[in-house]
């Protein structure tokens, strides 16, 4: 990848070098270059955190999103992918509580507390 760095201190003409370097490689843990996080649920803690230095030197984007908001088209797609990872057995998340399809007006309960840590689970019939 094309790159501009410095190895020593002085005014800019005199130290940053342009060339190539390696593209870095996320290791176990970490987040790829460019990527994009998508951010939603904050019940939990409303203010969190973030280290915007390392996102910026990263290109990491963040943008909120809230599921109801999304187009029909978007929402539909969304609904096919997380179908499809639940599918893979491959989850990765905390479940914070589940409920059965007769107890939602609870898992509302639930969620609305906002003292969850992870994903509360509605289970329906198959």
Known sequence: MKA?????????????????MPTPVAGSGE????????????NGNRNPVIPMRELMERCISLPPLALFALPPSLLAAAQVDISKW?????????????????????????????????????ECAR
């Open 86 to 122: 639940l599918a893979a057995g491959k989850r990765i998340h905390n479940i914070a509580a589940q409920f059965p399809l007769s107890e939602t007006a609870q898992t509302h309960l639930a969620v609305e507390r906002g003292d969850k840590l992870g994903t509360v689970i509605i």
């Open 4 to 20: 501009v760095w410095y190895e020593r201190t002085g005014p800019a003409p005199d130290v940053l070098t342009f060339g190539e």
């Open 31 to 42: 987040v790829a270059m460019n990527s994009t996080i998508a951010v939603y649920a904050t």
